[in-house]
């Protein structure tokens, strides 16, 4: 497994409650440019529109060499799932307004792999919270480690 990109501030930005890993619809040009590293996940979000589950803004560069028909960089892609699964994270984003977005593009053998989470956003004084919590975790980490060498 391959990871190409990571879209960190999602975990800053969101509490996430649930992981689901889809594939995505691309082009050769597109994978080509995956390869290559030239993908952007940040301000992404997937969306459900008449039982399908689509990515929206998710910016692929184009490929140099990739012909006369080059892509939109942020078009539309369908993302494959289980109907099961499309109808589950569609209930629980309508639901309980939560946010369906990528934490990380992948390959996975040859097929490129999109991880989704299940998202609430967090208010400003949470990610306050969030921050101390790491420093003091960070803090106590050297201190133990002060102590044993």
Not at 32 to 53: P, Q, W
Not at 66 to 94: F, N
Request: aromatic letters at 8%.
């Amino acid at each position: 497994m391959k990871i190409v990109a990571k879209n960190s501030k999602a975990f800053h930005d969101y509490e996430v409650l649930d992981k689901v890993e889809a594939g995505v619809m691309l082009t050769g040009a597109e994978v080509k440019s995956i390869r290559a590293g030239r993908v952007n996940l940040l301000d992404s979000y997937a969306f459900c529109s008449h039982g399908e589950m689509y990515i929206n803004h998710l910016h692929i560069s184009s490929y140099e060499r990739g012909g006369a028909y080059t892509p939109e960089p942020y078009r539309r892609r369908k993302l494959l799932l289980h109907r099961k699964q499309i109808a589950h994270y569609c209930a629980e984003v309508e639901r309980k307004q939560l946010t369906l977005v990528p934490l990380a593009i992948y390959f996975k053998d040859q097929w490129v792999k999109i991880e989704l989470g299940l998202c609430k956003g967090r208010k400003k004084y949470d990610k306050r919270q969030k921050i101390a919590e790491q420093d003091s975790k960070k803090r106590l980490a050297q201190l133990m480690n002060n102590r044993r060498g």
